[in-house]
């Protein structure tokens, strides 16, 4: 199947400070990515979906000014955590699909942040 | 209207037993059912999935029923083992949305 990779797998950072994570598809162009996140013994929840070319479509009650995202090729996506807090820590992950039509989601291995 | 309700939240089942996990979904016009399985610290893995014209596909262990009328997709999981112990996530969505609305999960754990 498809390859989705993301980096760093773990991050610790400082309260205050910015941290930025990649999302790439490895072995196929993706137009559109989904950033999620996901807390502890909790499910998935969609943050954003990012698109090639244009700005990211932000879910309701996530503040596009603190998680910014760029999709600046087919094959990379960035989500950066702006500002973090220790409420910000968390496991957060990508997907993105090759097809024009949805058929599959092939997910990253995940991020956790934890800031400190 | 774009819930999906997944239950048991938690389930024990010994080894090669059958484990069964509900999900219910409100919004008609989604037409994409995956089931993901996520071990602790990893991303979210494909298992398996449906679309509404059938009622059942089978890969493997790995089955899931689906019953339009109803609105529910189970997922069964034959001769269940150790090694299938994680979290299991259904999903949904609409064709060309690309955007998966998940279920709140379900912990399972296989005992030896």
């Known amino acids: 199947g498809a390859v989705v990779s993301q980096h760093p797998s773990w991050v610790i950072c400082k309260s205050g400070t910015s941290v930025k994570i990649e999302c790439r598809s490895l072995?196929?162009?993706?137009?559109?990515m989904f950033w999620y996140r996901q807390f502890p013994k909790q499910s998935l929840m969609l943050m954003a979906t990012?698109?090639?070319?244009?700005?990211?479509?932000?879910e309701q009650g996530v503040e596009k000014d603190k998680f910014l995202i760029n999709h600046a090729s087919l094959t990379l996506s960035t989500l950066t955590v702006t500002s973090a807090h220790p409420e910000d820590s968390s496991f957060y992950i990508c997907?993105?699909?090759?097809?024009?039509?949805?058929?599959?989601?092939?997910f990253g291995q995940g991020t956790r942040l934890t800031v400190v | 209207q774009q819930q999906v309700k997944q239950s048991p939240q938690s389930l024990i089942v010994q080894k090669g037993g059958i484990s069964i996990i509900n999900c219910a979904y409100e919004?008609?016009?989604?037409?994409?059912f995956p089931w993901y399985q996520q071990f602790p610290g990893k991303g979210p893995a494909l298992l398996i999935a449906?679309?509404?014209?059938?009622s059942e596909k089978k890969e493997g262990r790995f089955t899931i029923s689906f019953n339009k009328s109803a609105k529910q997709f189970s997922l069964h999981i034959m001769d269940s083992q150790p090694g299938d112990s994680a979290t299991y996530f259904c999903?949904?969505?609409?064709?060309?949305?690309?955007?998966?609305?998940f279920g709140q999960g379900t912990r399972l754990t296989i005992n030896p």
């Open positions: 449906i679309r509404p014209d059938v």
């Open positions: 072995d196929f162009q993706a137009t559109t």
């Open positions: 919004n008609t016009a989604f037409d994409y």
């Open positions: 999903a949904a969505s609409k064709e060309g949305a690309q955007k998966l609305v």
């Open positions: 997907s993105a699909s090759p097809g024009r039509q949805f058929t599959e989601a092939f």
């Open positions: 990012s698109n090639e070319g244009s700005k990211a479509t932000y």
